[in-house]
């Protein structure tokens, strides 16, 4: 089956609208939290929108803890179910829209095997950027022909391969265009895209206009090289800039169509949104953010947009329906390509911590804990950008207790490696072995930092399958 898969017909095993014990009890734990005693020096609840299959992790009363020993340290759960069902609802909202649709999941978002296997299995290519990336999603069986290929002037060795395999490459830059030329052949064209800086952007990404027509002048003498189309990807999740540029794309299209390039993919790149905690939590959350609640009094300046409101394929529907780019697609038989990463990854994974410290601190005159774990936040990426992940961690195995403010702290020798410098309120206090689940992790939390800092390990990722009843059995991921 190619990469334009339309809607599968089996039923989906994930997303649907189940309400689980410990959804609930990490609800009303939280919520009881947010009250009196602590309400000074405890942040505002952030309790994530947890799925099905997270419900039944946490509910179970042996495998968090069975892995965790097994282990011996830090690991993050993926559960490829997920990464499916995310994949199948892009489908559908392009099949809804009648539009030839094409997805490549933005690989530097998670490295595990086991989503490009995902994707390989359920119709969709994968977005690389370095040759280890490309010969990772060969080895996981994406083909050849299903590969996209961006980022910045590339290394030779990418740029060979992806004209091996028959990848699609996103130029970046007019220097690309003239090493490709040497590469390809009139009876096997590299395929490219020209990818696009917008107008009033200033990305170092992409080309100007001038560039462009420099691209399209260099190509029309080419025949070893096929303008496939045009791409972008902008920062921030904004539907209307994208529908609009994509509108943009299309009329480019059509000019280079009528130099003779068969021009028929618009590409918009990634940024689809991801809804990780309920509207009024994150509201709530904006409205009172200080410095007590945070250990040391830390500040931030900004945070994530973790309550998104239309997430995932809703974004790519919406986006379609905007002035009718649907129809537009349609009308000039040009393919929609999408590169989600994060969106992809949506609830399809989550990092478990060990606690193997605790000690009580005081703010403000009210006693609060402060954790170790056994971990660091690197495996825990939102540092990256001087920020916090914002959704609550939850404490492992759930046991009636205190509403406890907690911070936790890494297992490093610095000062400022936290993963929650805020005072999450956990609904008891944390004891040595419990654990601690930071959820929705798996679009660029889990590897994008990771580091053998202090020589501690890289911690593994484990995946989830199901087997009969509603019981789970574990691998290491194979990547
Ligand atoms: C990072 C990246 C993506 C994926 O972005 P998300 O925000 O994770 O969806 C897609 N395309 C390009 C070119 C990228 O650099």
Known sequence: MGLEAGLRSET???????????EDAARSAVHNSGSTAHACVSAAPMPAHLDPWECRLLDDPNLLGDIAFAIGGPFHVMYPPRVAHNIR????AFEKAAVRGVLYYGKKANKAACVTRSCAENGAGVDVSSADELRAALAHGVRGDELMVTGPAKADELLWLATRHGALIAVDDLGELGRLAALGSAA???????RVLPAASASRFGMTSDEIDGAL????????????????HLSGYDAVARAELAGELITRC??????GHPATTVSIGGGFGVDYVPADAAAEFTERVGRQWFHSGKSFDSYY????????AAMLARILHHDDLAGRLRDNAIRLAIEPGRALLAHAGCT?????GSKTRHAHGQPYRLLTVDGSSLSLSEQWFDSEYLPDPMLWPTRPGTPTPTSVGAATCLDSDMLSWRRVPLPRAAE????????NTAGYQMDSNESAFHELPIPPKVVLHDASGDHFRWTRDGS
């Open 12 to 22: 989906p095993t994930v997303g649907g609208p189940v309400s689980v014990a410990a």
């Open 89 to 92: 609802e892009f489908h559908a």
């Open 188 to 194: 096997a064209p590299t395929r490219v895209l020209l």
């Open 217 to 232: 002048a260099l190509l029309g003498e080419s025949e070893s090289i096929r303008l496939e189309g045009f791409s972008f």
């Open 254 to 259: 059509l000019h280079a169509r009528t130099l």
């Open 305 to 312: 947009p973790y309550h998104f409101p239309a997430p995932g």
């Open 352 to 356: 478990v911590f060990r606690v193997q």
């Open 432 to 439: 040595l072995g419990d654990l601690l689940i930071y959820p």
